[in-house]
């Protein structure tokens, strides 16, 4: 069964505050690694795609990045406007064809002025 | 980005009453589409997952006679609860699948901005 875990659940940073968002995951077959950012009272705005171990991709202040074992959410130099729920999901090869993302329960990030 | 639009962004509804959700893909064809459910400080729960032109998949433990899902063309899907109740009220949030398997390939999946469904 697929699996994916993030820690921490919360992180507080001062704006300006490098960190990193981690994402374990253990799959059947990894089809596409996906990250997230979820807003209070919206839908999930997609970030990345990654596809295979080595992979890294960028976006303003935000670069993840992929092992055969987890994900890294990097955040350089955050603002109060990165604020968010983030989520990682990953797609398998599964039994039966299954399309389904599996997501994990996301790390609430609070980036204070 | 690719744009996933639902409507109503918010319904109010009395008890018994059925309650239609409508989730498109604006920009690009979308051969699979999702429902979820979210509760508060919770994260996504997938309900079904539909392809244009064929029945929905159900996860376990969602009754599809309450939740009737019709993906009746590329780039749409729609949501029906059926005699909503209470305990139905939650905030239900659509996802189209965009995705090419040739070349290099790519594979993303778009999210609506959601409904907040609140059954009186």
């Known amino acids: 069964e697929d699996q994916v875990t993030q820690s921490p659940e919360a992180l507080r940073l001062q704006e300006g505050e490098s960190s990193s968002l981690n994402c374990s995951y253990t799959v059947s077959g990894l089809r596409g690694l996906f990250w997230y950012r979820q807003d209070p009272g919206k839908g999930p705005e997609f970030l990345f795609t990654l596809y295979s171990a080595g992979e890294e991709k960028e976006k303003e202040r935000l670069k993840a990045t992929l092992t055969k074992k987890e994900s890294f959410l990097h955040i350089t130099a955050p603002k109060p406007e990165d604020s968010a729920t983030y989520l990682c999901a990953v797609r398998g090869t599964t039994q039966g064809g299954s399309e389904k993302l599996v997501f994990g329960k996301g790390t609430k990030l609070t980036v204070n002025p | 980005g690719a744009v996933v639009s639902q409507h109503p962004s918010r319904v109010i509804c009395k008890s018994g009453t059925s309650v239609k959700i409508e989730c498109r893909s604006l920009?690009?064809?979308?051969?699979?589409m999702f429902w979820y459910r979210q509760f508060p400080k919770q994260s996504l729960m997938l309900m079904a997952t539909s392809n244009e032109g064929s029945k929905a998949t159900y996860e376990q433990g969602v009754e599809k006679d309450k939740f009737l899902i019709n993906h009746a063309s590329l780039t749409l899907s729609t949501l029906t609860v059926t005699s909503a109740h209470p305990e139905d009220s939650s905030f239900y949030i659509c996802?189209?699948?965009?995705?090419?398997?040739?070349?290099?390939?790519?594979?993303?999946?778009?999210f609506g901005p959601g409904t907040r469904l609140t059954v009186l």
């Open positions: 996802s189209a699948r965009d995705y090419w398997t040739g070349g290099r390939g790519f594979d993303t999946q778009y």
């Open positions: 920009d690009f064809q979308a051969t699979t």
